[in-house]
């Protein structure tokens, strides 16, 4: 049997059990995507694979393109076990070449793309009942920050709400969320507030995907934790509105999923997500022959 290094790599987490669970195989380069797939099936989690200054990431259902949750993960771990220094360097992945940065405390900072945004012609009332959220917290700051569809590496319908106990109180309708995703062609709603946890974070941000839809992360129930991404595109589209003045700032997600996550944000000067990742497990993983279906045994 073959038999890998598998370790799960939490990515913008400061405890264990907190923000996105990456799964890392840093010896699988050689290993098909078929055989990724069933590994990351069976660690339930996007499964990366570095392979020298290159990283191919590969989810439950298949290859994923971008997610810069496994490259902090990635690059952090190899940092903690040695093999990446501080400083600056550059990484090769689906979605092409990556600035990164370690930082001396341990962080780690990827380098995003400008993002697109629009203002969304969803009415708030619909986006409410998906959410599972009285109105009135959306229309109570709606007047002044609409509704935004982000294109974030995924599309995300993002609500600004009043206060953080309409945010925390969210009970999402699987079937209006559905329709809302689908009339505003996006993957995800999010529903985010500047009332936050923490004095120093920008905002706080929960986001839930219909079912069926493959956020490529590991979810609780609809929720998914820390997106970098989605954090990444809101502070930079909030700033150069003006309505932050921080341009170094983070995002608080994943909280209320039991899954806190903090995402760190750069949008000045061109745009960096990153934050700090908490190896939780190291163990090996034997992996199924190419074509194979049978059970990985862990």
Known sequence: MDTRQAVIVDACAAEPTGGVPVGLLPD???????????????????????????????????????????TVATVAFQHERGGREVGTDTLSTATGTVDVEVTSDGGVWVARPT????????????????????????????????PLSLSVGRDVLAAPVNFLEHVSGADPDPVVLAEVAADADVDAVCAFTFDTLAADAACHARTFVPPGTDPGVRTVGLETPALP??????????????????????????????RPGRVHVEAGGGLRVGGHAVTTLDGTVTVPGDEDDDIIEV
Request: glycine content about 12%; charged content about 20%; proline content about 6%.
């Open 229 to 258: 991404g989605l954090a990444g595109g809101l502070v930079a589209h909030l700033f150069e509105r003006g309505v932050i003045e921080d341009a170094t700032t983070s995002v608080e997600q994943g909280h209320f999923a039991e």
């Open 28 to 70: 699988g380069a050689d290993l098909t995507d078929d055989q990724l797939q069933g590994v990351a099936g069976e660690l339930a989690a996007a499964t990366a694979v570095p392979d020298g200054d290159s990283l191919r990431v590969v989810g439950p259902t298949g290859p994923l393109d971008d997610h810069p949750a496994a």
């Open 115 to 146: 993002p697109t945004v629009t203002e969304s012609t969803v009415d708030e009332a619909r986006i409410a009942a998906a959410l599972g959220i009285d109105v009135a917290a959306l229309r109570d700051v709606g007047a002044d920050l609409p």
